[in-house]
Every structure is written in structure tokens, then in C-alpha cells.
């Protein structure tokens, strides 16, 4: 099939990618013509595993093109996906803004039947209004479906390639058997593929990513009352988390959710309720909650310097929001750095894939080094701010030789905590007691 994905971003390339990985052509469209120049010459623009390879094959086969002009890049598309950014405007609700343009410049240049996707996370209701923005200059016979993606960046090109489930929203039957014979490859093990209506299928992604927020926040609400208390929160993790009604992934405590999908997503939810006059007092909490754990960690390197980060050298190991990407879009790190700073510490910090993209935002406020140990020499104390696996099982005695203290502030419970007794750290974790040698 010929398919276009307008928004070649995280999304966008991942789906594009592994369209033409089945067989599909692809074209892909941005108007960022850098990105689309350093594509087209086969350079990657995200880090994600296992992507460049599936980019490079199917990019030297001729299956995935790169454009900057929607009209050439929809011409022979039977389906076309939009993998737009849908960012909080000033009012906390999805700025539709990217997504209703392209539909109206759709509308446009529409010329014979094609379904419109929207695979961006996009309140209920805008089907509809991406339909009316290109019927309204359009005459030809098109369908739009609501296609949400729940893919994890990280482990994106594995989501997308074996979903746990698609969901598709749409009423219309043709629409319906273009989308399962496009999809039918990725569930070839049985993994459904779930039919509803549109609004349904807006719904499912918000209710989706809003839950396991909660779940976020929930866990770091039990890790807090576990330092209060002095139970460790590890253990009722795991106590919890083996009944099934639970289930135990999603459960870790830390210094918060980030990303560019959770903190808007639930905003979002909160604000479309509030648009239908329901006050949704859960996640109103999860907020909270969440703004609270970015930077809990703070107070308590305050404490345990009395005050006194001036001139106090920290490493920072992670910057991403989570692991195994190069996306810092909110990540904790960065709200850690700018208090940090603020206080007069200077950073030193390593991350295995995000510090290029810290860079360009933050400069040289910080510095940063080649590798973990580095980050390391002369330093008062280290963060932890994302859960690389390489920091897991570092060499302990490379660490100790290298910093000035060994004390460990560690916002994602990497280490052991009978070790770190053992090797005679200072060791504050989440929800954990703390270790002092
Ligand atoms: N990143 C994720 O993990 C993830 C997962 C599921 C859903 N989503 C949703 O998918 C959508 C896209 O997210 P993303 O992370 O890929 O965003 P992104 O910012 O990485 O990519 C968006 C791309 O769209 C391009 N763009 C903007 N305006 C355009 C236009 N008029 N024409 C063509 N291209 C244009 C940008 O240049 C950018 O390359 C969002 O709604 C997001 O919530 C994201």
C-alpha cells in the first residue's frame, strides 16, 4: 500500500519506518527541512533501538522517502497518517494548531478517496473537526480515522511492530478493511485489534496514558509515607505487585513522570473535562503529585548540605527522561539542573544518548563528560536522575577513587541498599531509608 505520514518526528519515523518495514512505500513529510535533508541522505534524527537499521534497509530499497511538500508526498498515498506534535497551549488544552492546518491545506489538495489518520494523541471531538477542515474546501470522498499509538519510546520499533493492541476508530466500513489489511502483518499473534467509534478511540489514548500517571503518582505517594514511616518502599512494590489485579510493571517509584506524552496528556484530559463541566479530582492530584516528586529530591541535597550548594560540585548521571531515548522533553534532570544551578552548584553531568539535545538547550550551563566516571572526579555527591542500565552495576571502586564524598542522591533506586552500606556511601533513594556509613 502507499501510505504517507505527514510529522516526522518520534512518532512519525517510527511509523513511517515500519510501514515500509511490511512491504508498504512510504513518504515521509516535515516542513523541518534539515531533518528532512539528513534523512534523505540516510542520517538518523532520533535516538531509538533498533530503528536505524529498519530506517537504512528500507530507506536503500526505495520503501521510504522523505519530502517537504505535502502535496508531493500524498499524491499516490492511499492513507495518509498524521504524527503531528499536539503541545499544551497557553490554556493547558492540545493546541490542534499543527493538525487542523495540515487538514486544511488537505482539504486543498485533495484529488480522489483517501483516509486521513490522526495518530497523534488528540482530544475527543477532533475527528470531527479535522473532517470539516477538509470537506470545507474539498469535494472528493474521504474518511477520517482515529488512530491513537501507543507506542514507548525506547522500545518504540518493538510497540510498534508487535502492539500490545491497535485501536481504530472510525464508522466508516471501507476505512475499516483499508486500516486491518494495513495492520494485519503487526497481529499476526493474535494481538487485537480493537474497532470503535472515533471519539471512543480519542478517549482510550487520554484514559491510557492518564492512568498509568496515576499509577506513577501513587507509587511515589506510598515511597513518601515509606520514608515517613520506615518501611521501604521495595518491598510493598513487591507485595502489591505480584496480585494480579496490580500487576507488577508501572510500579517503580522516582523522581516523577516526564516525556512529552504523560505531563500534557493528563493536563489535557483534565482540561477537556473541565470543558464539559466535570471536575476530574483524581488526576487533578496526579499533577500534584508529580510537580512535588521533580524536585523532591532538592530539599534533601539542601539538607544535607546545610544550605550550602555554593560551589558544591555534583555529578548528574541521565538527563533523558527515561532510558534508551534522547528525548528530554520534561525530563526531571532538567528541573533538577536549574535548581541546582540556582543554588550555586556546578554540574557535571553524563547521559549515554541526551546530552547533545541538553546542550543545545541549556549550553553551557553545565558541564558535560565522556563517560559516567567522569562525571565523577572531585564531585561532593552524585544524582541519578534516569535509570540508564549501564548505571546499575557500575565499578563501585572507580566511583569511590573518583569522587570527593561518596554520597549518592538516587532518584530511580538503582543501587542495592546492603551494598551500599557495604561500600560505605551515603545513600539517599525513593521511599527507601537512607544509608549512612
Ligand atoms: N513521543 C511519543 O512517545 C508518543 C507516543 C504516542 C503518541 N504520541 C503523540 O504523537 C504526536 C507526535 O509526537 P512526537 O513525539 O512524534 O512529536 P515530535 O515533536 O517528535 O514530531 C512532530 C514532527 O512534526 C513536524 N511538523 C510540525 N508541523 C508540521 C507540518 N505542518 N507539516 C509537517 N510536519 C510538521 C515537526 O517538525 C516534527 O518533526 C503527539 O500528539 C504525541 O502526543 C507521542
Redesign the pocket.
Known sequence: MKIAV?????????TGTCFAETGNTVTC????KS?VEKLSNGQI??YEPGLEKLFLRNLRENRLKFT?Y?AEGIADAKVIFL?????PGEDGF?DLK??L??AD?LGKILKDYKVIVD????PVGTAEKVSAAIAKNCQCEFDVVSN??????GV?VEDFMKPDRVVIGTESEKARKIMGDLYAPFVRQGNPVIYMDEKSAELT?YAA?SFLATKISFMNEIARLCELLGADVDMVRRGIGSDDRIGKRFLFPGIGYG???FP??VQALVKSASEVKYDFKILEAVMDVNEKQKVNLIPRIKKYFNSKLDGKKIALWGLAFKPN?D?I?EAPALYLIEALVKEGASIAAFDPEAMKNVRELVGDKITYTENQYDALNNCDALIIATEWSEFRTPEFEKMSERMKAKVVFDGRNVFDLEQMKELGFYYESIGRKTIVP
Open positions: 505527514v510529522g516526522t518526528g518520534y512518532v512519525g519515523l517510527v513529510v516535515d516542513i523541518d531533518k534524527t532520533i517537504t505535502l504524527a503531528l506534535p499536539t503541545p492540545a499543527y493538525i492546518g495540515v491545506e495518530k497523534s494523541t488528540v491513537p499509538e501507543f507506542l514507548r519510546e518504540a489514548k496514558n516525556g512529552s506524552c500534557k496528556d531515548t528525548d522533553r
